[in-house]
T-cell receptor, first 113, second 113 residues
Framework: KQEVTQIPAALSVPEGENLVLNCSFT??????LQWFRQDPGKGLTSLLLIQSSQREQTSGRLNASLDKSSGRSTLYIAASQPGDSATYLC????????????FGKGTHLIIQP | GAGVSQTPSNKVTEKGKYVELRCDPISGHTALYWYRQSLGQGPEFLIY????????DSGLPNDRFFAVRPEGSVSTLKIQRTERGDSAVYLCASSPTGWETQYFGPGTRLLVL
């Protein structure tokens, strides 16, 4: 059974810092990996999707990398802003009959003004 | 265009009652998913529809939970004989064919008293 772990569970940093969120998964046979953002009391917003054949994806100040063989992904946030404060969730899609996403518990991020 | 919508946004019910939760996916998306998110946890997969049929219902916790999507668009998640442990946020997501980014609705917050 696929398991996804996110470290750290919580992180508080001053505005302007670059930071890295970590995600690991136990079964490397994935089809893709997504990073989501969740604001309090809200649904999930997709940030980046990396296909299993890709090494990284970039969107603005966000960069996500994937090392499928070692079961790891990182989300890099450059020049953090208070508006980046949210919970960040990593999810893997295995496909092939396992048709739902498997999520980690998330990293709760606070950017101090 | 319109995103995924869910109704109601909040539902309070008493133990033992029956509830229905509705999801309107993005128009044209054939894949629809239901997830359940408990406090402090990542979403957990419940069921996946491809068109009108439930392609994977392996995440439904027991036979009190049932979902339908009769015309391949709107879906309803039905919970019979609700229990306090059913209290959670129920999230719906859709994607164009099931192999791409999943787009999430805002969720229905269910509280069973």
């Amino acid at each position: 059974k696929q398991e996804v772990t996110q470290i750290p569970a919580a992180l508080s940093v001053p505005e302007g810092e670059n930071l890295v969120l970590n995600c690991s998964f136990t079964d490397s046979a994935i089809y893709n990996l997504q990073w989501f953002r969740q604001d309090p009391g809200k649904g999930l917003t997709s940030l980046l999707l990396i296909q299993s054949s890709q090494r990284e994806q970039t969107s603005g100040r966000l960069n996500a990398s994937l090392d499928k063989s070692s079961g790891r992904s990182t989300l890099y946030i450059a020049a953090s802003q208070p508006g980046d404060s949210a919970t960040y969730l990593c999810a893997v899609f295995s496909g092939g009959g396992a048709d739902g996403l498997t999520f980690g518990k998330g990293t709760h991020l606070i950017i101090q003004p | 265009g319109a995103g995924v919508s869910q109704t109601p946004s909040n539902k309070v019910t008493e133990k033992g009652k029956y509830v229905e939760l509705r999801c309107d996916p993005i128009s044209g998306h054939t894949a629809l998913y239901w997830y359940r998110q408990s406090l402090g946890q990542g979403p957990e997969f419940l069921i996946y529809f491809q068109g009108t049929g439930a392609a994977d219902d392996s995440g439904l916790p027991n036979d009190r939970f049932f979902a339908v999507r009769p015309e391949g668009s709107v879906s309803t998640l039905k919970i019979q004989r609700t229990e306090r442990g059913d209290s959670a946020v129920y999230l719906c997501a859709s994607s164009p064919t099931g192999w791409e980014t999943q787009y999430f609705g805002p969720g229905t917050r269910l509280l069973v008293l």
